[in-house]
């Protein structure tokens, strides 16, 4: 399975974009991107995915790179809401059980 | 709508007994999946249903663990002869059709 690295933790300031890096550098042309996220005390919740272009939701953007061994994760605005362990995952499109392979991910700390 | 539910939100047992864990997923979700999470960690995955098919039990850690989806519906996962190092957050997810799977707020286990 293609893995993925991410830092284990990193500050913002409240009301700040904040971008979340991920590096997938042996991440194959099938594999979607994906980012959960898990509050504190609370099971993961979706935040977003992609394949190849960039991918906007109300949450969320992801931006992926050109060549897909990178993406990031950005809150355009942070919010004390927003501090939580980030999780980016890949997920071969040819696996039918939608499995999802966890690292340990980004904890997000926002400073008011 | 009701998310996905999980019984009980703690359990504190003693090394050897059985525990019996409850999650009801989302109405509808034909899919469903158990991770554990250690403390720190990502999740690890254990056992996935899809439907009426056979699931995929490849994530079990040893025989003492088991599952069951009866009716399609809710799921229960039963670890036999429980040891500390089983001590964890249980979390169940489900999923429809697409990519996201939504998470339950998880069982913490404890085994003294």
């Known amino acids: 399975d293609a893995k993925t690295t991410q830092p284990n933790s990193m500050e913002s300031n409240e009301e700040e974009p904040v971008h979340l890096p991920c590096n997938h550098s042996?991440?194959?042309?099938?594999?979607?991107i994906h980012w959960y996220r898990q509050l504190p005390s609370q099971g993961p919740e979706y935040v977003i995915h992609?394949?190849?272009?960039?991918v906007n939701n109300r949450m969320a953007s992801l931006a992926i790179a050109e060549d897909r061994k990178s993406s990031t994760l950005i809150l355009h605005r942070a919010t004390l809401r927003d501090a939580a362990v980030y999780y980016c995952?890949?997920?071969?499109?040819?696996?039918?059980?939608?499995?999802?392979?966890w690292g340990a991910g980004t904890k997000l700390i926002i400073k008011p | 709508g009701a998310g996905v539910s999980q019984s009980p939100s703690n359990k504190v047992t003693e090394k050897g007994k059985d525990v019996e864990l409850r999650c009801d997923p989302i109405s509808g979700h034909t899919a469903l999946y158990w991770y554990r999470q250690s403390l720190g960690q990502g999740l690890e995955f254990l056992i996935y249903?899809?439907?009426?098919?056979?699931?995929?039990k490849s994530g079990l850690p040893s025989d003492r663990f088991s599952a069951e989806r009866t009716g399609g519906s809710v799921s229960t996962l039963t670890i036999q002869r429980t040891q500390q190092e089983d001590s964890a957050v249980y979390l169940c997810?489900?999923?429809?059709?697409?990519?996201?799977?939504?998470f339950g707020p998880g069982t913490r286990l404890t085994v003294l």
């Open positions: 995952i890949l997920r071969a499109t040819m696996d039918s059980n939608y499995q999802l392979i």
């Open positions: 992609g394949l190849t272009s960039n």
């Open positions: 249903f899809q439907g009426n098919s056979a699931p995929d």
């Open positions: 997810a489900s999923r429809r059709t697409g990519n996201e799977q939504f």
């Open positions: 042996t991440i194959s042309g099938t594999d979607y």
